[in-house]
């Protein structure tokens, strides 16, 4: 089984993978992980020496190497919808969960973040809403399901994430406990 995470920066992809896998007892990789071993520095080391085109062309070329053995849990960069190459690759190989999130919900979760290159900016919220806008309907349309992420807890995304994949068919539903029968009223 293969499943995918989608969304912005700081929707929940690693926190909530991380769990999701645990879950179903799946291995779990961030495919920002890999990219940085892949590197050997931080991505946003490699952005500020390298560029934003040179760091997306390694990325293509680490969801293409995921894809082709693609099982368990994938958390990938907010930005890996950006390419058409990446969408596809990404639908044909997993099951793609989009985690939404509204700019001004990853905002409040973000805004003491210093780690991520395309946040630091003066207007860190006006940022998350241009990326929104320019992405949702990217990540729309590399995903299967989308899951709202709001407010709920970790624990809350990963059990409506497995009910997604429980009725898309991908995971077998948990046998429910043998309910003692019923007795009648006299």
Not at 26 to 48: A, H, K, T
Not at 78 to 104: C, D, M, Q, T, W
Not at 156 to 185: R, S
Request: charged residues 25%; glycine residues 8%; contains cysteine.
């Amino acid at each position: 089984m293969a499943v995918a995470l989608v969304g912005l920066p700081g929707a929940g992809k690693s926190a909530v993978g991380r769990r999701l896998g645990q879950r179903l007892q799946l291995p779990f990789i961030d495919s920002d992980n890999v990219i940085e071993q892949r590197i050997g520095c931080s991505i946003r080391d490699y952005f500020e020496r390298e560029g934003e085109a040179s760091f997306r062309d390694i990325e293509q070329q680490v969801i293409a190497d995921l894809a082709e053995t693609a099982t368990g849990v994938v958390a990938t960069g907010g930005g890996s919808v950006l390419r058409e190459a990446n969408r596809n690759r990404l639908r044909a190989s997993f099951h793609v969960i989009y985690l939404r999130s509204s700019p001004e919900d990853l905002f409040r979760r973000l805004r003491h973040d210093v780690k991520r290159p395309l946040l630091q900016v003066a207007d860190p919220l006006g940022r998350l809403r241009e990326l929104h806008a320019a992405r949702d309907p990217l990540y729309r349309e590399t995903a299967h399901d989308v899951v709202e992420t709001g407010r709920p807890s970790v624990a809350m995304l990963v059990n409506i994430i497995v009910m997604q994949l429980e009725l898309a068919g991908i995971v077998v539903p948990a046998a429910q406990p043998d309910l003692p029968p019923v007795q009648p009223h006299d």
